[in-house]
């Protein structure tokens, strides 16, 4: 809850839960979340469309990364053919499968909710990658993954799901190569613990959680473009008015506390490297 006066606004308990960049944070959430977004044509046709034209209609998404910011995570996590990308919390595979399927890796996707992790399972031919792409079911802190197992590690939208950050950045070590890439994208309060930014984003340092872990050439970029996209979707959302549409409903809700926040918080790219 924000505190009245200070932040200006006070938040409902059930807002500050639903936002952002999704819709809750136990797997059982996110499982309701991606049943009614299966449901819902907005989320399909036009979330994409709003987020960024450029995008491939079979990306899909349930997050805020343009095209442009697929492509860098593409560059940035340095695989190839033979490689094997791991895409954690994969959500519906997505942006995972643009990834592979661009730079000719394998992949292997992992997800908290089943719901999700089935239906990357069935989207894989929308890519084209057949049996190079499987999908699990696993936590950001315990992937069920070998040790050693990926050459490059993504991850987008979604550390800030996870209660204990450090317990996720030893096991991206864990199942990263020695000399291994991990990229991911969130948010980050400009002011750290400032109480006017839901608790997730307000604690959050990526720099600092990945050096604590032991990454190296740990690097964190803003990226207030993709933030003019997010705000753009937010805003032609809410335009729209009440619907009974489900996805749309869930994006109205979220931009309306996800609007009021964005100034106070920072879209970042966050790239780093497990030591030899
Ligand atoms: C905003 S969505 C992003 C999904 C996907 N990366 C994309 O870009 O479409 C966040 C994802 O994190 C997953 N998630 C949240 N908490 C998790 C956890 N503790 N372990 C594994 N996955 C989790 C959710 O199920 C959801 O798929």
């Not at 491939?56 to 053919?81: M, T």
């Not at 592979?100 to 084209?128: E, H, N, Q």
């Not at 991206?172 to 613990?193: F, I, K, M």
């Not at 050439?217 to 489900?246: I, K, N, Q």
């Amino acid at each position: 809850m924000r505190p009245a006066g200070r932040c200006g606004a006070v938040l409902s308990a059930r807002r500050v839960r639903a936002y952002p960049g999704g819709m809750g944070e136990l797997p059982e959430t996110f499982d309701d979340a991606f049943r009614s977004s299966a449901r819902s044509e907005w989320l399909r046709r036009e979330f994409p469309r709003l987020l960024d034209p450029e995008l491939p209609p079979e990306v899909e998404p349930f997050s805020f990364v343009p095209a442009s910011g697929l492509a860098e995570i593409a560059s940035a996590v340095r695989v190839g053919p033979g490689d094997l990308l791991v895409d954690l919390a994969c959500g519906r595979g997505g942006p995972g499968m643009w990834v592979a399927r661009r730079v000719g890796a394998a992949l292997c996707g992992v997800d908290g909710s089943s719901v999700a992790v089935a239906a990357a399972t069935d989207r894989r031919d929308a890519f084209g990658l057949g049996s190079r792409a499987r999908f699990a079911q696993g936590d950001l802190a315990a992937t069920g993954l070998a040790d050693g197992a990926a050459d490059a590690v993504m991850c987008v939208d979604a550390l800030q799901f996870a209660p204990d950050r450090d317990l996720v950045a030893r096991e991206l070590r864990r199942v990263l190569r020695p000399g291994g890439r991990l990229v991911l994208t969130c948010w980050e309060a400009r002011l750290l613990g400032d109480a006017c930014v839901v608790e997730r984003f307000a604690t959050l340092r990526c720099g600092e959680v990945l050096r604590a872990a032991g990454f190296a050439d740990v690097e964190v970029v803003e990226r207030p473009a993709w933030e003019e996209r997010r705000r753009a979707v937010y805003d032609a959302a809410l335009a729209l008015g009440p619907s009974e549409d489900v996805g749309l409903s869930m994006i109205q809700a979220e931009g309306r506390d996800a609007l009021q926040e964005m100034p106070l918080t920072r879209r970042v790219l966050v790239t780093a490297t497990n030591p030899t």
